[in-house]
């Protein structure tokens, strides 16, 4: 039998898996293939990657046809310092505004529409962005004022990944950066899920026991990675040009696991996104382990 076919997010929120595959040894179980959010979420759904991280709305999208695997996944409970509303205005001023929303993750952009309409009360006009737009790593050309028309400037711009994290850090002056982990939290008070660990129904189905040894190998790689995180952390800071003592707030500030707050918090977003459009109905999650789905029950 080929190796599994595995995602990684090719982002620092999944730095300590990797890092915990590097220091055992378990990525020469499995083939790794990297990428952003949107491709995996592609490339798993298309039947290219066996097991991978997925943007939760993704995951939710095609439940019927993954399976999740167990106590993993990307969330936090606050502050996420990876994901920013970057504007001109303040958020409640947004209404008829144009907003840039990333299209590397589908997750966010839901999030963002969910936060806009229902916490903020807005209705903007939301603006695609593919990855390498202009401007696409700050807010400098953000519009000081909402415009009407297609050819206007942004007002407003969704950023995730290294680039949010730059900019939570470092705020431009005259901006209002808004970390929307933190929105989340304080209008729903639960957990925000961003990306779960799925299998392919069908793969699961067919290699059961590849599957579950997967689903160890990643476990016992987070836990190793998150151990040495400061090492980690002292690593990476200098290629990012970031602090050390920020990556390793951010690795602690975010939850890898997969319990029963995460999936009342998964089950939230859920709700939001069938409220605004993006999901027909909240489906039945199903588990790779039977632990698991007696869990979630």
């Given at each position: 039998m080929n190796?599994?076919?595995?995602g ?7 730095a300590?898996?990797l890092h915990?595959l590097?220091m055992r040894?378990?990525?020469d179980?499995?083939?790794?293939q990297p990428?952003v959010p949107?491709a ?13 991280p997925?943007s ?10 993954l399976c999740?695997?167990p106590d993993l996944?990307?969330?936090?409970d ?24 990333t299209?590397t993750?589908?997750?966010?952009w839901?999030?963002?529409k969910?936060?806009l309409r ?5 209705s903007p ?8 737009t202009s ?6 050309d ?8 297609a050819t206007d ?6 950023l995730?990944?290294?680039p949010?994290?730059?900019v939570?850090?470092?705020p431009?002056?005259?901006t209002?950066?808004?970390?929307l ?5 304080r ?6 899920v961003?990306a779960?660990w ?12 590849t599957?579950?040894?997967?689903t ?5 790689a987070r836990?190793?990675?998150l151990?040495?995180a400061p090492?980690?952390?002292?690593r ?5 040009k970031l ?5 390793e707030?951010?690795?602690s500030t ?7 707050r995460?999936?009342?918090?998964l089950?939230?977003f ?9 999901l027909?109905?909240?489906p039945r ?5 039977p632990?698991?789905?007696a869990t979630?029950a």
């Open positions: 190796l599994p076919r595995v990684h997010i090719a982002f620092l929120n999944c300590p898996h915990g590097e040894r378990g990525s179980r499995m083939h790794l990428g949107s995996l979420n592609r490339q798993i759904l298309a039947g290219e990657l066996d097991i991978s997925m939760s709305i993704e995951y939710l999208r095609n439940a019927a046809d999740l695997l996944g990307i969330a936090s606050g502050p996420v310092m990876s994901i920013a509303l970057v504007s001109s205005v303040p958020p409640t001023s947004l209404d008829g505004a144009r907003v840039g929303l299209s993750s589908a997750t966010s839901v999030l963002a969910i936060l229902e916490w903020w009360g807005v006009v939301f603006v695609p962005e593919m990855p390498g401007g696409l790593q700050g807010p400098s953000l519009s000081p004022a909402r415009k009407d028309e400037p942004l007002v407003a711009r969704l995730i990944g290294d949010a994290l730059r939570l850090w470092k431009e002056p005259g209002w950066t808004i970390d982990g933190q929105e989340w939290t209008y729903t008070g639960q957990s925000m961003y779960v799925a299998a392919r129904r069908a793969y699961a189905e067919r290699f059961p026991e599957v579950a040894e997967v160890s190998i990643l476990t016992q836990d190793a990675g151990r040495d090492a980690l952390a002292r990476l800071a200098p290629l990012e602090p050390a003592s920020l990556l707030r951010y690795f975010l939850h890898y696991g997969f319990g029963p995460e999936l009342d918090g089950n939230a859920a709700d939001g996104a069938v409220r605004v459009g993006d027909q109905s909240v999650l199903a588990w790779t382990s632990g698991a789905v979630a």
